[in-house]
């Protein structure tokens, strides 16, 4: 998968699943339920997320870093679920030391952070709360994300301009 047909493609996976739990901001615990995240627990750790293989077959639990800010945790859970729900949990084992080593992210990785902002902030949602509300710090306590999260993300969807940034 390639970086701009697999970013396209995980926007309309994310997309399709986040619009199955309702409006904003996004019901990620359902959602995590949902694709077999039994178990979320928060733990003194170096990484800002873990996932691991859950006792049954199909489950899986979540370790996110406790000190982490609520809306970093917030996109860390939503990276797991990706990592779940693209079924690319191979990867989170073999290639995590090797990219954290490099310092970069590898293409699976970046599909994954791709992927979490767009089942937080769905481009159709974000572009009506643009809209309505043109300020990046009220669209992100909307959203309940990061702002620097609100950012990116408005800037993939192209809405930067249309948004105050303070
Ligand atoms: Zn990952």
Redesign the pocket.
């Known amino acids: 998968m390639e970086w701009g047909s697999g970013r396209r493609e995980v926007e309309r996976l994310a997309e399709a699943l986040a619009e199955q739990f309702g409006g904003v901001p996004i019901d990620l615990p359902a959602i995590a339920s949902a694709v077999g995240i039994i178990d979320v627990a928060y733990c003194d750790m170096a990484s800002a997320a873990l996932l691991q293989i859950g006792p049954v077959w199909g489950t899986w639990g979540v370790l996110i870093r406790q000190l982490d800010a609520r809306a970093r945790q917030r996109f860390s859970l939503a ?1 797991e679920i990706a ?1 779940v729900a693209l079924g690319i949990v191979g990867d ?1 084992w073999r290639y995590r030391g090797e990219a954290a080593e490099r310092g970069g992210r590898t293409l699976a ?1 970046r599909l ?1 952070d791709y992927y979490a902002a767009a089942l937080l902030m769905p481009r159709a949602l974000v572009n009506k709360a643009a809209t309505e509300t043109p300020d990046v710090n009220e669209l992100a306590r909307k959203f309940d994300v990061s702002e620097q999260s609100m950012r990116i993300r408005l800037e993939h969807c192209g809405l930067h301009s249309l948004v105050t940034v303070r």
């Open positions: 990276h990592h989170e990785e994954c």
